[in-house]
């Protein structure tokens, strides 16, 4: 490291692997982490209902122009790697995005058919909208338009399967060292989690390090098939561009 605070905004719809992820940058030891710093302020514009929606306003900030500021702002106790966790839904099209210029843009993906049955497990019927694969391709557009390049894709299935392998395939894409302190994080809740964590953090809390891959794609109904099908080709966008783990690091 050279003193230059390395700013990581990881880009994820729900159920993507996002909260597992977070704890294994938290457990670096050199690296604060932020836990879907704009909740609060999606919440207060856009006025949906979701689980512990007031608590969720109050425990936050509201303004997205403050958020964006603290993103590219003071780093928590000075360290020198600060791990952003954003959810893509969160960015409405009112809120400016000039801030992702000062920070290393990552996408998180994940099959739609795993996403959509782990989302309805918590909230029932979701939505295009709720999962965020339509918002998550935009907003790789838009940032690859800004770097005039691809911005970095992982696949939480690669995670899953070699975790040691995949994150240090991302680490050096990052630029930043691999540790193996990564792989390995205590059980329960942690002090970063947001204040929704009770609600959508059960699983997780029970885990102390990333589960194994998914030996294939889950049952669904026809209803949740359909809107797994329309994630799809966004989907698909977005894996043409992951990181190649076997090829570059195998």
Known sequence: MTGIVKRIAMWSGPRNL?????YSFAARGDCAVWDEPFYAAYLAATGIDHPMRQAVIDAGLQDAATVAAACLGPVPDEKPVFYQKHMTMHMVP???????????????????????ASYAKKREQPTLTDIG????????DEVAQRQGHAPLVIDSRDIR??????????????GIRFTTAMLRWPAGPKPHDGIWAPHWYNAVHN?????????????????????????????DQLFAHKISIASKYA
Do not use: K, W
């Open 94 to 116: 009112e809120f400016d995005r000039t801030f992702l210029q000062g920070l290393t843009n990552v996408f998180l993906i994940r099959h739609p058919a795993h996403v959509v």
């Open 18 to 22: 996002s909260t597992a992820l977070m």
């Open 161 to 174: 399967e070699s975790p040691e392998v995949a994150l240090t395939a991302l680490c050096r894409e990052l």
């Open 133 to 140: 694969f339509v918002q998550q391709a935009a907003l790789f």
């Open 207 to 235: 885990s102390t390090g990333f589960e194994e891959a998914e030996a294939g794609l889950p049952e669904l109904s026809a209803a949740e098939q359909a809107l797994a099908d329309t994630a799809q080709p966004y989907y």
